[in-house]
């Protein structure tokens, strides 16, 4: 049976990974400067996480949730702890888009409304709620068209107050650094007045930190930058360093009930394993910390770099913006430098979202790498 064929590959085979590194099937080793679309955390194959996973595999791998799960628990007060979100309540779930998709239920619920406000370039993923408020027609179908958004500009704070103000919006959804759109970020009167006016407008305030969050950009969440209180965060990329997980972190002012959200896989044994490895190994080994040091080093040399026109993002959610596409840039750091970049829907944007272990090294490497494809694009347009 061939494989329903939604994804453009390239032509590379990683069979095994360490660190930040991973190996083909040829034996070449990678520089693995994507971390798998800002998945991996704590680095491939930690051995502290494989040997958490593996010990809670051969131990009981799933059961459903009409059991008692002491990992859920544990798993819950690690992340109250360690991310600052005090008296917040975790559901659990399996990806990004269940995570969003949750959220915005939930928002629904509690307001008795149905309405969304979202942004241009925005992306929360690609079930029916979550893929209506993601700004992209090509991945909305006609069943998705149904739901009732309105996508504004980011920083159109007058337009989200005449929205609010009809009084029908149930939630509005913001990634606090956007993250396939291109790593543009609002200001913080933006983020701060919206956060106000959700408050006064009985409309749930959801931070999407599906991949900022988990310390990728500097601090455990990217809304924690802002003076604002969320109703409702969501969470999956680095949670599981690639095992799926998600979930989100809900104000106490929404109120459980039984039955109101479920989900068979959300919450197993084996998911809180790695979701507690992960955060066990961001604290031991201070990941926020290193997050912070290695962002301002690449920034400092990104700088130097005549042919970078802007540098987005924060902490290791960083992009390069040129004045060219990057596909072929892309390719040569692939093919002949052995490094994974990642790229966005701004086509001029080189993303980099590598495991929170990275090191200075890594980095240098990076630098030269590109600055050698630079020079030999220069000297390919001269002889053009
Ligand atoms: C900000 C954001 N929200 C939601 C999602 C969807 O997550 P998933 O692919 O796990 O459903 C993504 C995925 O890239 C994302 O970047």
Same mark, same amino acid.
């Given at each position: 049976m061939p494989l329903f064929n939604v994804y453009p590959l390239y032509d590379v085979t990683p069979v095994s990974g360490k660190g930040v590194y991973v190996y083909d099937d040829k034996g070449a080793e990678y520089l693995d400067l994507y971390g798998g679309h800002a998945v991996i955390s704590i680095g491939h194959a930690h051995p502290k996480y494989v040997d958490a996973v593996s010990r809670q595999v051969s131990t009981l791998g799933f059961y459903s949730n009409a059991i008692k799960n002491p990992l859920q628990k544990e798993l819950a007060s690690e992340l109250e702890r360690l991310s600052g979100c005090k008296d917040y309540e975790l559901f659990l779930c399996n990806s990004g888009a269940e995570a969003n998709e949750n959220a915005l239920k939930l928002a629904s619920f509690k307001t008795g409304k149905s309405r969304v406000v979202a942004f241009k370039n925005g992306f929360h993923g690609r079930t029916s709620a979550a893929v209506a408020a993601?700004?992209?027609?090509?991945?909305?179908?006609p069943i998705n068209a149904q739901q009732q958004v309105t996508i504004l500009d980011l920083n159109d704070v007058e337009g989200v107050k005449a929205e609010l103000e009809k009084g029908d919006v149930c939630a509005v959804i913001v990634e606090f650094i956007q993250g396939v759109g291109g790593l543009d970020m609002a200001t913080a009167d933006f983020f701060e007045r919206v956060d106000a006016l959700c408050k006064a407008n009985n409309t749930m305030f959801i931070a999407d930190e599906v991949q900022s969050g988990y310390g990728r950009s500097? &601090?455990?969440?990217?809304?924690?930058?802002?003076n604002v209180t969320p109703d409702v965060i969501s969470i999956a990329k680095g949670m599981g360093n690639g095992f799926p997980i998600g979930g989100i972190l809900i104000h106490p002012d929404i109120e459980a009930k039984f039955g109101l959200l479920g989900t068979t896989f959300g919450g197993n044994h084996l998911a809180c394993a790695a979701g507690l490895s992960v955060l066990h190994v961001i604290e031991e080994q201070n990941l926020i910390d290193n997050v912070n040091v290695m962002s301002e080093y690449f920034i400092k040399i990104a700088?130097?770099?005549?042919?970078? &026109?802007e540098i987005k993002g924060r902490g290791l959610m960083l992009g390069l913006e040129f004045d060219f596409e990057v596909g072929d840039l892309r390719k040569k750091l692939i093919y002949e430098n052995h490094i994974f970049t990642g790229g966005a829907s701004n086509k001029k944007l080189l993303r980099i979202l590598p495991p929170l272990t990275v090191r200075k090294e890594h980095i240098n490497m990076f630098f030269e790498a590109l600055i050698g494809v630079l020079a030999e694009f220069e000297n390919k347009a001269v002889e053009a």
């Open positions: 993601t700004d992209n027609p090509n991945i909305i179908a500097g &601090k455990f969440f990217a809304f924690q930058h802002y700088k130097t770099i005549p042919q970078i &026109k």
